[in-house]
Nanobody
Framework: QVQLVESGGGLVQAGGSLRLSCVAS????????MSWYRQAPGKQRELVAR???????NYADSVKGRFTISRDNAKNTVHLQMNSLKVEDIAVYYC??????????????WGQGTQVTVSS
């Protein structure tokens, strides 16, 4: 059984920073792409940032220059450093990982979500 556990959410003032982390545990062959999504109240879940196994990244336009995604393959961990936070960043943030059960078979797993709240 594979689990993704997020941490690092919380309440911060506008302009502040938070660092989210997500650790994958369980039995698997490898991890492919790892991503952060968010879902604000009344809105659809959206991709925030993605990093592939080689370290290439892409970001939503709304967070470019403020958020940085990184991964530690040895620790099966992905991080999201969020700087210059805005009220518009308020959402539940979810981690997603492409888990390979064998070299040619992958399944996407999601974490349980962590709340990020920004006060003005």
């Amino acid at each position: 059984q594979v689990q993704l556990v997020e941490s690092g959410g919380g309440l911060v003032q506008a302009g502040g920073s938070l660092r989210l982390s997500c650790v994958a545990s369980g039995s698997f062959f490898s991890i492919g792409a790892m991503s952060w999504y968010r879902q604000a109240p009344g809105k659809q879940r959206e991709l925030v940032a993605r990093i592939n196994s080689g370290g290439s990244t892409n970001y939503a336009d709304s967070v470019k220059g403020r958020f940085t995604i990184s991964r530690d393959n040895a620790k099966n961990t992905v991080h999201l450093q969020m700087n210059s936070l805005k009220v518009e960043d308020i959402a539940v943030y979810y981690c997603k990982a492409e888990i390979f059960r064998r070299w040619d078979l992958s399944v996407d797993y999601w974490g349980q979500g962590t709340q990020v709240t920004v006060s003005s």
